[in-house]
């Protein structure tokens, strides 16, 4: 990719039965979208134009076989087309040629991306029944990205508003999450997130650690694990030169990082971090994979079989994660740089 063109994206489409093809369409055929980045549409070429049809677009559907023949004309949408699902599958319903299409849009949008045929990719859900159906053992999309580009470690970073939130646990059941929480855990979250965070372009981050207990546990009062477990780490950290602050009660922190006190919020928990972005912008909360050596960014939510094919859902989040793909495509090369090139598998 040349700096004098604007960023090409791979979008998939998802599961087919889902909203996944209904929301790329529509963030491909908005003309604001064609304004920041060139998108290119992975999956099937039969979905797509079901998904075009349903939504009441008024743009064409070009099937290509590589990105080269991408033509990026206006009224028109390029997909890569894999040829795997065809446009009669029922909505909503979880299917195995579904589970296919998705998993193979997934891998193509990866090979292409470290190829350096396009500038980074942008996926929208999948259904883990309907991959597991299909014969993948993945647990879901990110699993699935870290095996196919041989990263090492990855992490979840949201963006929500310019602040930037990372997870120390996240899938896992709230009891377990705090048994997790340990000094060396928290320390290597509080380095992975502030390499990202120069990665993702603050030159000097500054990472505020959230609480866990009531009011920071008031000196042990409401619980310790602010005086065993997090303030040592955030000590240990700062002893390395990082620029880390806390533990920060967290019913006032993501409201200082989203004034602009901090750059980024380190969460423990998968709620803990969640609540506060979707509350603020629940459409404009972006999922941006960091530790891969490619840029993926994607929509924080799932398929919606309940509406898929009405035409009704909103293709807002994906908007969001195509602008904030389009914005961090600048940064491929620390991306690469911090990540390693990758390989596929």
């Known amino acids: 990719m040349t700096d004098r063109q604007p960023p090409v994206l ?103 991306a470290l190829d350096g045929e396009v500038d980074g990719i942008v996926t929208s859900p999948i259904n883990k029944e309907a991959i597991w159906a299909a014969g993948s053992e993945h ?21 929500v508003r310019g602040l930037k939130i990372f997870f120390t646990t996240r899938h896992v059941a709230l009891r377990k999450a705090l048994d997790q929480l340990t000094e060396e855990r928290v320390s290597a979250s509080i380095r992975h997130a502030i390499t990202a965070l120069r990665v993702f372009g603050d030159d000097e981050p500054r990472l505020a650690v959230a609480a866990v207990n009531p009011h920071g546990g008031e000196n042990g009062h409401f619980g310790d694990e602010e005086i065993t477990v997090l303030r040592p780490a955030v000590e240990r950290a700062v002893a390395e030169g990082l620029g880390a602050v806390g533990p920060i009660p967290a019913d006032s922190v993501f409201h200082q990082g989203l004034e602009g006190r901090f750059d980024g ?11 506060p972005a979707k509350t603020v912008d629940f459409d404009g909360t972006v999922s941006v994979t960091v530790g891969l050596p490619i840029l993926r960014t994607s929509v924080d939510h799932g398929t919606a079989f309940d509406i898929a094919g009405t035409g009704q859902a909103s293709h807002g989040t994906m908007a969001a994660a195509f602008g904030v793909a389009a914005d961090f495509s600048r940064f491929t090369g620390r991306i690469r740089d911090a990540y390693g090139t990758g390989a596929a598998k």
């Open 139 to 159: 647990l879901g999309h990110t699993e699935m990205l870290g095996e196919l580009t041989g990263a090492a470690h990855f992490d979840t970073m949201f963006v």
């Open 10 to 112: 791979a979008v998939t489409l998802g599961d087919p039965a889902g909203i996944g093809p209904e929301i790329t369409a529509r963030t491909l055929a908005d003309p604001a979208s064609a304004s920041i980045a060139r998108g290119l549409a992975v999956g099937d070429a039969a979905v797509l134009r079901r998904a075009v049809g349903v939504c009441g677009l008024n743009v064409r559907v070009n099937a290509v076989g590589s990105p080269g023949e991408a033509r990026f004309e206006p009224g028109t949408i390029d997909v890569l087309d894999l040829g795997i699902a065809p446009d009669d599958l029922e909505w909503g319903k979880v299917s195995p040629v579904a589970g296919r299409s998705a998993v193979a849009a997934i891998e193509t949008a990866t090979r292409i």
């Open 265 to 275: 919020v380190l969460s423990h928990f998968h709620d803990q971090g969640h609540i």
